[in-house]
């Protein structure tokens, strides 16, 4: 949003001047390209500008350097709607007719005070019988107090020296002593600031975080806080719930997404947050102290943008090892195990630093080397996810037919075999199966490979979002109703949804049928009576793959053939 718009330029030409037309603050190329291509020669000097800021327009004019105005320009665009008010009103107060004069206000807006809605004697008298004067009239009775005039106590009260109406409000000059300016830019520096806009104000304003208060941590910050109650005036609005937050801004870049991370949470409420924040951050210390320079290295390591999240990590400092490069990361690790500095001297630092980094995780950030270490960390505002193992695991299970095969000279074969297959095997039935399901459950275990570790066929699970979810994966056999089963067992973390289900039971499918089942079907459970080859899956139109409840909830099954129409995958329940 623009805060200056210069109208016209020194052309340099006998004092003639050529229009601009640009906005600022903005890029300084981008500026002196523009006035290079309106044909403005250096220096460039800019005589026709206005504000944005009202109160300005009329007070500083006359020539100003083009860069100055920018940065300018700049201080402009940080200040809140509270600190613009209070700008407007020292400017009318003190005359100030320079940038330099405007600049050093705004290092001393302190210096001023603000009572907002207070914008006319009445409203004025009002307020100070109210919130000053309320013990001395609070044994007047009503009927008596209708004939008291708000009016001529405001007017008693206004100091025409030291008092000025702006917008709405009233600022006044408590004439403390103002300090001389240094950095303006580090002056107007804040925690976190919000953009809320309105119906009747879609541009919006500006709320800086922490927000002054009469108490740090008032009831209702939306009724108690001068800040906001400027906010809703220049809003437009009566009651914070009309408003919206539509933008943060923080020097935490991660806390820029702090709106997504709080979604759908009260405005009120969400004030609430930025303001506890404002006050935790700013306990930290200036810029450039061990203490926040951990804090701002700890927002980037653990990418912060939830508010709640960013207080407890002011309070858990103590649970990260910093130091602001490899070197200082050395020595620090080298003073924790009783090495003095002559002897931490000896070593290569660097070298160790950058080891010690590797091996604990650190991170690089643009402060500095950061890792957690073994402290607990406290959570008292921000309520972590429950990590896979606290979520509670569900099992889903999902049985399917099983083909089992058997050489038809062998003597299970020449005892069971039901008929004899195109590729020459003896089928048997999964009730005479049954008996072998212990052979089979072991010759099962055989196919686990080292790297799937303990999530079994979940290791090779390539959609993330599955993944995330499900921690084990692997094929069983069952006996149920005298009969043997395929079974493919699967814990996974929370409920799964429709599709989700849908797509591990697609996966698992293909799993036994072209990954470990077509290998392990090939390959013979030995029994002593006859090799047997298990299928946990087939292409005729019998097959299916379907959840325990489904199955188990059904009469009973017949595997008699028919027609071809292709496997069965079924949604159901889950256990």
Known sequence: MHEIT??????????????????????????????????????YIAHSYSFRLNGLNGKITGPQKLEELNGFAGHLAELSEYERVKLEGAVALTGCRTISDCQTLMYNLDCFELT?????????????????????????????MAHFSYELLGQLKFDDDRSV???????????????????????????????????ANPDGVWLKFPMPC???????????????????????????????????????????????????????????????????????????????????????????????????????LRCYDFAPDAESYARNYLERKGVDQMLASCFDLKAIGEKLAEQSNARATAHGLIARNGNDFVFDYYQPKPTQQEQEMIEIRLFCPL?????????????????????????????????????ILEAL??????????????????????????????????????????????????????????????????????????????????????????????SGGDYFLKPEQELKGMGPVSHEPEPEQGPEITMGGMQ
């Not at 095969?405 to 590729?423: C, H, Q, R, W, Y």
């Open 445 to 538: 275990q055989k196919e686990h490979m080292p790297e799937e570790g303990d999530k079994g066929l979940a290791h090779y699970l390539n959609d993330e979002s599955l993944a995330a979810k499900v921690s084990y994966i692997w094929p069983t056999v069952e006996n149920w109703r005298g009969e043997l089963w395929g079974v493919m067992e699967i814990k996974a973390t929370g409920e799964l949804n429709q599709q989700e289900m849908k797509e591990l039971t697609e996966w698992c499918l293909g799993q036994l049928s072209d990954g470990l089942g077509e290998g392990f079907e090939q390959r013979p459970v030995r029994t002593g009576q006859g090799d047997l080859y298990v299928s946990f899956w087939h």
């Open 6 to 43: 210069i109208i016209e330029m020194d052309d340099g030409a006998d004092g003639n001047l050529t229009y601009l037309g640009k906005d600022l603050p903005a890029d300084m190329d981008e500026i002196m390209k523009a006035a290079a291509g309106a044909d403005v020669p250096k220096p």
């Open 214 to 316: 009469d108490e740090e941590f008032p009831n209702d910050i939306t009724k108690e806080s001068s800040e906001v109650l400027v906010a809703m005036a220049a809003l437009k609005v009566d009651s914070i719930d009309e408003c919206r937050a539509v933008e943060c801004v923080s020097e935490y870049s991660s806390l820029n997404r702090c709106l997504n991370a709080h979604a759908g949470l009260p405005l009120k409420d969400l004030l609430w947050k930025a303001q506890t924040f404002g006050y935790a951050e700013g306990e930290l210390g200036a810029n450039g102290r061990m203490p926040y320079k951990t804090f701002a290295a700890a927002m980037e390591y653990e990418d912060c943008s939830d508010i709640d999240m960013a207080v407890d990590i002011t309070q858990n």
């Open 116 to 144: 907002p809605n207070a914008g006319d004697y009445e409203s004025l008298g009002r307020h100070m019988s109210e919130k000053v004067l309320a013990d001395a009239l609070k044994e007047i009775p009503p009927e008596l």
């Open 403 to 439: 083909e089992i095969k058997t050489d038809p000279d062998s003597i299970l074969g020449e005892e069971n075999g039901m008929a004899v297959n195109e590729f020459g095997y003896a089928v048997i039935s999964n009730y005479t199966a049954a008996d072998y399901e212990d052979k």
């Open 165 to 199: 109406f702006v917008r709405g409000h009233l600022v006044r000059d408590t004439e403390r002593p103002r300090s001389h300016l240094e950095s303006i830019g580090d002056h107007l520096a804040y925690a976190l600031k919000m953009r809320l806009c309105s119906d």
